[in-house]
């Protein structure tokens, strides 16, 4: 990765020339005000620098090209720091060769899709494994256990659908009980109701009438906190006729902007981009008239103390109605975790689950909520804007849990 620092007139036009030069991978690491050196500078409006950090081989070939041949653009005074990597001798492009070299594979669409796939696989065989060695300690425990008639299938069920062994034994041990008391249930509907208790009732966020609502929304990259967002504000919007606005705190992938200012474009609502935790309280203020502000956030490393310490920078100055810990389905008990350790800090938020289209089991979902212990707010079922979300149906999922 290499660092490169523009000066433009404002973020506008700093903008424009980082996704010219170096595309929309590009993530920005710091902006601030800065007076130029010279007396002839003395008085005039300060610029603003903007550091940038890329990936050499992500700038495609033909920019390294021009960034040789063209003279820096107007309004922006950087030192062209062409990577040696990525800058050839010769004029003209090389013929091409059979042989994609790894900067093609990393620009090729079919290559990150094929990456892609391998990450999802790469889940769903630990999520494979994951409910192989719950079953085979199922099996290997099972004479320990006494459950009362009808109990045992249950949970040989659950453990099926990946509930975490130790939740479906907990579960069970429960339900136990409560047959030994009340020898007219059935264990089914007994499991049931536990299940039920523990995947608890939806919170969704709730709008009251005069109030503004400011919703922040937090979780890992890639897990679908823009898309849901997107999701929601269609819904209240379109559906119950809010008035919603978007603050966008995720100034690092500038591809990223672009597709919220988009969906900003097609609902008719405000999207703002917001750069540093200082500009959170104008943008706030730009949104009072609102009656539900969404914040999206970026996603960054579990652990990352930079973002710990933005994330309470958001908290304290906004002070958000709902925290939403967005955490996709298509993930490993392992990696779920350690989400959830990471965001340990931000005591009181809801989870927004995403991608259950993307697995079958609802165990996943289980395990989550007993790790987490937190309420769910929404589930999402899809890429689809605005049908694929709605509140967590608790009841549904035990059916599920259930079959
Ligand atoms: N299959 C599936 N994909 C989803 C869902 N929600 C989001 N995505 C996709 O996940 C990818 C990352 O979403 P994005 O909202 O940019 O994630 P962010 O980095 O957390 O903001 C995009 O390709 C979305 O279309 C979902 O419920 N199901
Ligand atoms: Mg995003």
């Given at each position: 990765?290499l660092?490169?620092?523009?000066?433009?007139?404002?973020?506008?036009?700093?903008?424009?020339?980082i996704?010219?030069?170096?595309?929309?991978?590009?993530?920005?690491?710091?902006?601030?005000?800065?007076?130029?050196?010279?007396?002839?500078?003395?008085?005039?409006?300060?610029m603003?620098?903007?550091?940038?950090?890329?990936?050499?081989?992500?700038?495609?070939?033909?920019?390294?090209?021009?960034?040789?041949?063209?003279?820096?653009?107007?309004?922006?005074?950087?030192?062209?720091?062409?990577?040696?990597?990525?800058?050839?001798?010769?004029?003209e492009?090389?013929?091409?060769?059979?042989?994609?070299?790894?900067?093609?594979?990393?620009?090729?669409?079919?290559?990150?899709?094929?990456?892609k796939?391998?990450?999802?696989?790469?889940?769903?065989?630990?999520?494979?494994?994951?409910?192989?060695?719950?079953?085979?300690?199922?099996?290997k425990?099972?004479?320990?256990?006494?459950?009362?008639?009808?109990?045992?299938?249950?949970?040989?069920k659950?453990i099926?659908?990946q509930?975490?062994?130790?939740?479906?034994?907990?579960?069970?041990?429960?339900?136990?009980a409560?047959?030994?008391?009340?020898s007219?249930?059935?264990?089914?509907?007994?499991?049931?109701?536990?299940?039920?208790?523990?995947i608890?009732?939806?919170?969704?966020?709730?709008?009251?009438?005069f109030?503004?609502?400011?919703?922040?929304?937090?979780?890992?990259?890639?897990?679908?906190?823009?898309?849901?967002?997107?999701?929601?504000?269609?819904?209240?919007?379109?559906?119950?006729?809010?008035?919603?606005?978007?603050?966008?705190?995720?100034?690092?992938?500038?591809?990223?902007?672009?597709?919220?200012?988009?969906?900003g474009?097609?609902?008719?609502?405000?999207?703002?981009?917001?750069?540093?935790?200082?500009?959170?309280?104008?943008?706030?203020?730009?949104?009072?008239d609102?009656?539900?502000?969404?914040?999206?956030?970026?996603?960054?490393?579990?652990?990352?103390?930079?973002?710990?310490?933005?994330?309470?920078?958001i908290?304290?100055?906004?002070?958000?109605?709902?925290?939403?810990?967005?955490?996709?389905?298509?993930?490993?008990?392992?990696?779920?975790?350690?989400?959830?350790?990471?965001?340990?800090?931000?005591?009181?938020?809801?989870?927004?689950?995403?991608?259950?289209?993307?697995t079958k089991?609802?165990?996943?979902?289980l395990?989550?909520?007993?790790?987490?212990?937190?309420?769910?707010?929404?589930?999402?079922?899809?890429?689809?804007?605005?049908?694929?979300?709605?509140?967590l149906?608790?009841e549904?999922?035990a059916?599920?849990?259930?079959?």
């Open positions: 990765m660092v490169k620092r523009y000066i433009a007139k404002d973020m506008a036009a700093a903008m424009a020339d996704k010219r030069e170096l595309g929309s991978d590009a993530v920005i690491l710091s902006n601030q005000a800065v007076k130029q050196k010279g007396i002839k500078n003395l008085f005039k409006k300060p603003l620098e903007v550091m940038v950090a890329y990936e050499p081989e992500k700038v495609p070939f033909r920019r390294v090209l021009e960034q040789q041949r063209n003279r820096p653009p107007a309004n922006s005074i950087y030192a062209p720091q062409i990577p040696q990597q990525a800058a050839p001798q010769q004029e492009p090389p013929e091409p060769v059979k042989q994609a070299s790894s900067a093609d594979a990393e620009n090729n669409p079919a290559t990150e899709e094929k990456l796939a391998l990450d999802k696989r790469l889940d769903s065989l630990d999520n494979m494994i994951s409910g192989f060695i719950d079953k085979f300690q199922m099996v425990r099972d004479v320990t256990y006494d459950y009362p008639d009808g109990i045992e299938p249950i949970v040989v659950l099926e659908n509930v975490r062994e130790e939740l479906a034994h907990n579960i069970a041990r429960d339900a136990s409560i047959l030994g008391r009340q007219d249930a059935t264990a089914g509907e007994v499991m049931r109701q536990l299940l039920l208790e523990q608890g009732a939806a919170e969704p966020i709730s709008h009251k009438k109030k503004r609502r400011v919703v922040l929304v937090l979780g890992p990259t890639g897990v679908g906190k823009t898309t849901s967002i997107v999701k929601l504000a269609a819904n209240f919007s379109i559906k119950q006729k809010k008035k919603v606005g978007i603050i966008n705190t995720d100034s690092y992938r500038i591809g990223a902007q672009e597709q919220l200012r988009t969906f474009d097609i609902l008719d609502m405000p999207v703002k981009m917001i750069y540093s935790n200082e500009e959170l309280p104008d943008a706030l203020t730009e949104m009072e609102r009656d539900i502000v969404f914040i999206d956030t970026a996603g960054k490393k579990p652990g990352d103390e930079a973002q710990h310490e933005e994330i309470l920078g908290l304290t100055i906004a002070e958000p109605d709902d925290v939403l810990l967005c955490v996709s389905l298509a993930t490993s008990f392992s990696s779920m975790r350690e989400i959830i350790d990471a965001y340990g800090f931000t005591d009181d938020y809801r989870l927004l689950v995403t991608k259950l289209d993307e089991y609802r165990g996943m979902l395990n989550l909520i007993w790790y987490a212990k937190r309420r769910v707010a929404y589930v999402t079922t899809g890429q689809t804007v605005p049908d694929d979300i709605e509140p149906d608790p549904a999922i059916g599920e849990l259930l079959s």
